[in-house]
């Protein structure tokens, strides 16, 4: 009997050759040829499965956003099942800093893509992504979610503050592929502004200097 070819599997063998070359190269670099020799079938096969490059990358960009999204979830477990807002940001936010092999494709294609898909009118064709917001929606939710339980800054604009957190993240990720900075400095940059936002609302007051108590000495 001919052996049955999963299709699914097969594209994505594809997609992850795909993702190792451009990862190599830069994604303006690569045809389907080095695809296909990157996951050792035949041009003819790609072509198959793929009709156009635009294709070929559209759904390389997918792929790499299901990694993604698995690495997200990978370190959210580490933090129990309930990790929280806060550690639930900061997972989904350090994911995309590159700080290993992995996380370092995922920003440089990603932003390849994008900055590509400006002046290539047929990958401006292909929607980016299906939901460009949801990062930012998502977020914006969790961060009300903190104000409203008293984890985080009352005063605070969610959704600005999830604007300013992307692209923060995004900025710093590019800052590190071309040696600006190092990942440490980066996560440290983060976690900083995760601080101020995370304040602890409950906190006693101060005593009033001109309120003292009978055992405390005056000067």
């Known amino acids: 009997m001919p052996k049955r070819v999963d299709h699914e599997e097969r594209r994505t063998q594809i997609a992850d050759a795909l993702i190792q070359v451009a990862g190599r190269r830069g994604l303006h670099a690569v045809g389907m040829r080095d695809v296909a020799a990157e996951a050792g079938v035949s041009l003819r096969l790609v072509q198959y ?6 294709k070929l990358l559209f759904y390389g960009l997918q792929h790499l956003t299901d990694r993604f999204t698995a690495r997200m979830g990978a370190r959210l477990r580490t933090n129990g099942p ?23 494709t995922f920003h440089l294609l990603y ?58 993240t995004a900025t710093m990720g590019t800052s590190i592929l071309v040696g600006q900075r190092t990942p440490e400095s980066a996560v440290a940059v983060l976690h ?9 609302i409950h906190t006693t007051p101060p005593v009033d200097s001109t309120q003292r108590t009978a055992v405390e000495p005056c000067s």
């Open 111 to 168: 932003s390849s893509y994008s900055i590509l898909s400006v002046t290539d009118e047929a990958l401006a064709a292909q929607p980016f992504i299906d939901n460009p917001d949801a990062a930012e929606s998502a977020l914006t939710e969790l961060l009300r979610q903190a104000q409203e339980f008293g984890l985080a800054d009352p005063a605070a604009d969610a959704r600005i503050e999830a604007i300013s957190l992307l692209a923060m």
């Open 192 to 200: 900083h502004h995760l601080d101020r936002i995370f304040t602890n």
């Open 82 to 104: 309930d990790p929280g807002p806060r550690a639930t940001i900061e997972a989904l936010l350090l994911a995309s800093i590159p700080t290993d092999e992995e996380s370092r």
């Open 49 to 54: 499965y793929f009709k156009t490059k635009e």
